[in-house]
């Protein structure tokens, strides 16, 4: 069968268990479960042979139970009925208490689908297919393609953990990873910047055995708080035959900001949570339930705050390597707020070379209301003058417009940025914009640069910068299609009440 195919079989599956209240995200869940478990089956049987040990049966105190089976494939496929469902359920317990990728795999796992019948025809769906037999590339698209089928259900929230594949596509060809250097992403979400750093790596350079061997088990490094996200991005890169399925797990489930591990890396590439403050659940003596802002107390942070974005953008500072290479997706706060957001602004101007800001358009991702940008910085060692001397600005906002569905974002739409981004000389760059001096206007081209004094010289050092007239506002004929203006001002006000809870926040600590 072909990927699209088994794609469309797993999925009308998952339709039929929706009526039985198992939603996308439980069933992609329960799907990785099981594949890992069949493709672990494959391996241990020719030729591959690979000798891949399973604990027996746990009972609920973690105690081996007389006479257990092996929490295997084999065992799971054989069973049927309420035997099934009861084996099935204590297998995943006692899975969920090893070490190494195998434990991540099942922390926290759970059986979500009741029916013993249907169950078992999930168990007979992937048992049809020989998993280890097919490319990497075949397996990898088609556990994307149930991510991505899984980040459309917007209920369910989990586009946050999605970042659109264009997107990082263009990003990781502006940054062009090279062989045996290290890839981090202090909040990985389902492994996508690995996925296509991997790629690019693999599709640009004639690796030898060393090279293989390091992007395989020694090359990506992230973090994924989110025991659900962190399995499918184990799931994920395993597929694309990342890591290795009885080693130790690539991904931390620490939270990233917390403390420094000093670590170090050659590239960083992320997309941190959106949202702008960092918060954690408590109970108090009264026994309610409270959110309590975060702010990470960190000698590395240049300032010591509650903005998630901020805290995120000073550790990927910390995480780089002397020269090391980020991309960062990040909100439009980061670019203008006041306060400790000036001073991160000033000491990332001053600490790294940040070269260039692709300004991103509404309507590209699964969370609404969402305005970004991605910024691209090289970490410098400590010199008196500031490193950055100019920035170049792409703007993809102004008159662009997408939707989700009837006008997604595709890589051809960011050809021109990474055209001119020009990744083998970023120094020899030429702008599309030129400006008139007798009239200080231009023309209307997407590609201009800032230098050092013009950014400084601005109010709280602002980054938030437009030059293009925006069209719409001006002549009818260019307003473009109805659904795609009614998906914009659903992201303006979405982003508008986001802006108001955020001041409302703020208003009730004031009190307090």
């Known amino acids: 069968m072909t990927d699209a195919t088994i794609i469309s079989k797993i999925w009308n599956l998952a339709n039929v268990l929706r009526d039985d209240g198992v939603g996308y995200g439980d069933y992609l869940e329960q799907i990785t479960y099981l594949l890992f478990l069949k493709m672990a089956d494959e391996l241990n049987k020719p030729p591959y042979n690979k000798g ?33 469902e009861a084996f099935y359920s204590q297998m995943l317990r006692t899975l969920a208490t090893e070490k190494g990728m195998l434990g991540q795999i099942f922390t926290k796992s759970q059986n979500k689908i009741q029916d013993p019948a249907k169950l078992l025809k999930v168990i007979d769906m992937i048992n049809r297919e020989e998993w280890n037999m097919m490319g990497a590339d ?131 590439l992320a997309n941190p949570p959106f949202g702008k403050k960092s918060s954690m659940t408590i109970t108090n003596e009264a026994g309610e339930i409270e959110k309590e802002d975060l702010s990470y107390n960190r000698q590395d942070f240049w300032e010591t705050t509650t903005n998630k974005q901020l805290n995120f953008l000073q550790h990927i500072k910390t995480m780089l390597a002397i020269n090391g290479e980020a991309a960062v997706v990040l909100p439009d706060n980061v670019l203008f707020e006041g306060g400790a957001g000036e001073e991160v602004r000033k000491q990332l101007l001053k600490t790294t070379e940040l070269h260039t800001i692709l300004r991103l358009p509404t309507g590209i991702f699964y969370a609404h209301g969402v305005k970004a940008n991605v910024l691209f910085f090289n970490n410098k060692p400590a010199s008196k003058d500031p490193w950055t001397k100019d920035i170049w600005f792409y703007d993809y906002r102004t008159n662009i417009h997408h939707t989700l569905k009837k006008k997604p974002l595709t890589l051809s739409d960011l050809e021109e940025f990474i055209t001119l981004y020009n990744p083998s000389n970023i120094n020899k760059r030429q702008e599309t914009w030129s400006a008139d001096p007798s009239t200080g206007s231009g023309e209307e081209g997407r590609w201009r640069k800032y230098s050092y004094e013009e950014i400084i010289a601005r109010d709280k050092t602002s980054l938030d910068i437009f030059w293009l007239k925006d069209k719409s506002l001006t002549d009818l004929d260019n307003l473009p299609d109805p659904d795609i203006l009614a998906n914009e001002i659903i992201e303006n006000i979405e982003s508008g009440l986001n802006s108001f809870k955020e001041i409302m926040e703020a208003l009730n600590v004031t009190e307090d």
């Open 138 to 268: 075949i397996k990898g698209k088609i556990y994307e393609g149930l991510l991505q089928k899984n980040a459309e259900d917007t209920k369910s929230g989990a586009g946050q953990y999605f970042t659109p594949r264009p997107l990082i596509q263009a990003m990781v060809a502006c940054v062009q990873p090279k062989p045996k250097k290290t890839i981090a992403d202090p909040a990985c979400g389902t492994g996508g910047f690995f996925l296509a750093a991997y790629d690019w790596i693999v599709e640009n350079n004639q690796l030898d055995r060393e090279e293989k061997e390091f992007l395989k088990t020694a090359t990506f490094h992230g973090n994924e708080i989110v025991a659900n996200t962190r399995r499918m991005c184990l799931m994920n890169m395993y597929l694309h035959n990342i890591g290795e399925i009885d080693g130790e797990s690539l991904i931390n489930p620490n939270d990233a900001l917390i403390a420094d591990d000093g670590k170090r890396f050659d590239y960083v």
């Open 52 to 84: 891949l040990n399973f604990p027996k049966l746990k009972d609920v105190e973690g105690n081996q139970m007389p006479e257990a089976e092996v929490c295997n494939w084999e065992t799971l496929s054989n069973k049927r009925g309420a035997e099934l």
